[in-house]
């Protein structure tokens, strides 16, 4: 079993996927509270609004270069280890994903680099638009990457030439309700991500009593807000993906006759769908947390609990990791649950991969989950870190007034 | 517009190696020219701006390979599979270097990720110049020319990252500590010439080597490449380095667009037409971003920031 190529290259893509996924959850869900946090501060010409988005700013750029690296590996991954996949379905599959790397991804990271560089250095509507199109493009991003990975799940709009899948109708592509509901929910539930992180990292400071000029009063009340609002939703759109599940795909058929499907998915493994299970139960059972400590958090808001109560604040801190959790676990269900298909009654994964030798594929798997398993570590220690800090110091604080440390007489006569 | 749309991913490419030349180069040349822990803190918030615009192209270029032409990234990139690992491993571990190096103040710290910089840098390199060898080499690495290759692309990498530090590296407040500065802008002498040598020995090797079967367009556009050698040779090499380094770069794609033979028929046109239709909208926020982001860095590094 461990020398077999196609379950390194399977271990790889699952666990920087997972890892990748955790990042960008992070990134979508800060995004758009920082972008109403800064609209707030610039509106107001409020300095210690402002101050107070330099703090939040900061553990999203430190996740942001996680979320870079992870991306870049994800998208090279693709292009050497799933060669069989391109070499079908490159049309199809990887035309969305050309759309992410040069509309989206390159936009955003460049205006992320000037929203960074041009602190104090651009009028200040400016420097918020900048974070405007980081936003946009972030959600652009995960709409383009999900169409290729609806594609997989429900594969739609093209027909087979000569073994070689031709993209015959991109509006079904880009409306794939596989895609537009996977999309749906991913914005969502990282609007809660989101919500959880500000409401739990403020309700740490509160309970320190650390909260310079009510940035944590205000943080703790605006996270509990956008996380209660998104809660449903989240599982609205997730649940409306699931008659998706049983309905086989407009074009089942066209590859494989229905006897060869049937008797491939006879065949595929109990414990990946086991795993899969897992995975949605996983998710469940967070949502559900979250179903029973939000409404107390409301609650406790016109009781003025949310600065007061300690065990409240003891509580809310551990929220957002199980709502990263909850975003792997997720992701577990959608791409176990698809196997043992590639593209779903069409390509397996076993015929997806590179062929490669087992020595070839074990090498980068431990290469490249080993890099991951190391840079996230070391990522979300310093997010720990920064968002324990608080302000003072913090990744974007503004750099420190030169040192005045010319002797100066105390006294004059 | 079959033919037309592998301009693309060339352009794309060119992009890459001009822009994202400078900060490479600049990280392969840190060792050298950065000698105190102030003038390594400059090498780092000089190249930091920067990667963020121009390591897109690259990834733009690679999504659009895989996106509209397949044949050719099966070809090329699964074809070179222990290359391009290579150089994802070097391009992984330098932007971990300048991502994660300014968040702790502990001189082990800066010390760990500093030489993550240097070393992937010099991976990221070594692999371009493998790439080229290979793609040159119809899919094989020729024996005769691929050391020749490798060491004429670490050289053009290296005067981009010279040209670039002898501006960037430039105290900004005018005080003293410029030698650092000073050293890069002596080396883009000391490059060019190398590269005069080493250019020329290529051309050889690869005439010699008969894995290697370039035409007449190739060595036209090895012969450009010279010329901006030559001129950054002289006395006013320095002045002109910015220039001349950048068109030695943008060279190489064209070295493998005229010299290798590539399959770059786009096959599928509804892909390409969804691709185009896609991005045509975010085009001139994407030009305005970019120019306005190296506008924008192209004061002298300031003293600290969120990467240094």
Not at chain 1, 26 to 54: C, E, H, K, P
Not at chain 1, 133 to 155: D, E, I, R
Not at chain 2, 132 to 152: D, N
Not at chain 2, 269 to 294: E, K
């Amino acid at each position: 079993m461990f020398d077999d190529p196609l379950l390194w290259a399977r271990l790889q893509f699952a666990l920087t996927a997972g890892t990748h996924y955790t990042f960008v959850a992070f990134t979508l869900g800060m995004a758009a509270l920082i972008l109403a946090a800064q609209f707030s501060a610039v509106l107001r010409r409020d300095g210690a609004r402002l101050a107070a988005v330099r703090f939040w700013g900061g553990l999203y750029v430190v996740n942001y270069g996680m979320g870079v690296l992870s991306g870049l590996v994800m998208e090279v991954q693709l292009a050497l280890n799933w060669n069989g996949l391109n070499d079908v379905f490159g049309h199809v599959f990887s035309a969305p994903l050309a759309v992410e790397t040069v509309a989206a991804f390159f936009t955003e990271s460049t205006f992320l680099g000037l929203w960074i560089f041009g602190w104090d250095r651009m009028n200040r509507w400016l420097h918020l638009a900048c974070f405007g199109v980081v936003t946009l493009t972030a959600y652009l991003s995960a709409f383009w990457v999900l169409v290729s990975n609806g594609f997989l799940k429900n594969p739609v709009g093209f027909e087979m030439r000569d073994g070689v899948a031709v993209l015959t109708d991109p509006a079904a592509l880009v409306t794939n309700p596989s895609a537009l509901l996977a999309f749906g929910h991913v914005a969502v539930s990282a609007l809660l991500v989101g919500g959880l992180v500000m409401a739990g990292v403020s309700a740490y400071h509160l309970r320190r009593g650390n909260d310079p000029d009510g940035m944590f009063r205000r943080g703790v009340r605006r996270g509990v807000l956008v996380a209660s609002l998104a809660l449903f939703p989240t599982a609205a759109v997730g649940g409306a993906q699931y008659p998706l599940l049983v309905d086989a795909p407009p074009t089942s058929g066209t590859t494989l006759d229905a006897a060869e499907i049937e008797r491939i998915e006879a065949a595929a493994s109990g414990v990946v769908h086991g795993l899969a299970g897992t995975g949605n139960a996983v998710m469940t059972l967070c949502w559900t947390v979250f179903l029973c400590v939000l409404p107390l958090a409301l609650l406790a808001w016109p009781l003025r609990g949310l600065d007061r109560w300690r065990w409240l604040q003891w509580l809310l801190p551990v929220l957002p990791v199980l709502s990263l959790l909850a975003g792997v676990g997720g992701w577990l269900y959608r791409e176990l649950g698809r196997q043992p298909w590639a593209v779903r009654h069409h390509m397996t994964t076993a015929e997806a991969v590179t062929e490669l030798s087992p020595g070839l594929a074990l090498l980068s798997f431990v290469l490249f989950t080993g890099a991951f398993a190391v840079l996230a570590g070391i990522t979300g220690w310093l997010l720990v870190r920064f968002a324990r800090r608080g302000p003072e110091g913090g990744p974007l604080a503004p750099a420190p007034a030169p040192d005045d440390t010319a002797a100066v007489p105390v006294h004059r006569y | 517009m079959e033919s037309v749309a592998v301009l693309l991913p060339a352009g794309l490419l060119a992009g890459y190696f001009v822009l994202a030349g400078c900060d490479v180069g600049l990280g392969m040349l840190a060792p050298y020219v950065a000698r105190t822990p102030q003038e390594r803190r400059r090498i780092v918030s000089a190249a930091a701006p920067y990667f963020l615009g121009s390591e897109v192209w690259l990834v733009a270029a690679v999504g659009v390979v895989a996106g509209l032409f397949p044949a050719l990234e099966a070809e090329v990139v699964a074809g070179q599979w222990p290359l391009f690992v290579a150089l994802l491993a070097g391009w992984l571990w330098r932007d971990a270097g300048l991502w994660l190096r300014g968040r702790v103040a502990a001189a082990a710290w800066h010390a760990v990720w500093d030489a993550a910089v240097a070393v992937g840098s010099w991976l990221i390199a070594l692999s371009w110049g493998l790439v080229l060898a290979a793609l040159l080499g119809g899919g094989v690495l020729p024996p005769l020319f691929t050391p020749v290759c490798v060491v004429a692309v670490a050289v053009l990498f290296l005067l981009r990252g010279a040209a670039f530090g002898a501006e960037r590296l430039v105290p900004v407040d005018g005080s003293a500590g410029s030698e650092s500065a000073d050293a890069a802008a002596r080396a883009t002498r000391t490059l060019a010439r190398t590269g005069l040598v080493v250019l020329p020995v290529a051309v050889l090797a690869a005439w010699a080597d008969g894995g290697v079967d370039a035409g007449a367009a190739a060595l036209a556009v090895a012969v450009v490449m010279l010329a901006a050698l030559a001129v950054t040779a002289g006395v006013s090499g320095p002045r002109w380095s910015r220039l001349t380094s950048a068109v030695a770069l943008a060279a190489l794609p064209a070295v493998v667009a005229a010299g290798a033979e590539l399959p770059v028929a786009v096959s599928d046109p509804r892909s390409l037409t969804l691709v185009v239709a896609a991005t045509a909208p975010m085009l001139p926020v994407m030009a305005v971003g970019q120019v306005w982001l190296y506008r924008l860095v192209r004061r002298p590094a300031a003293a600290s920031g969120f990467f240094a």
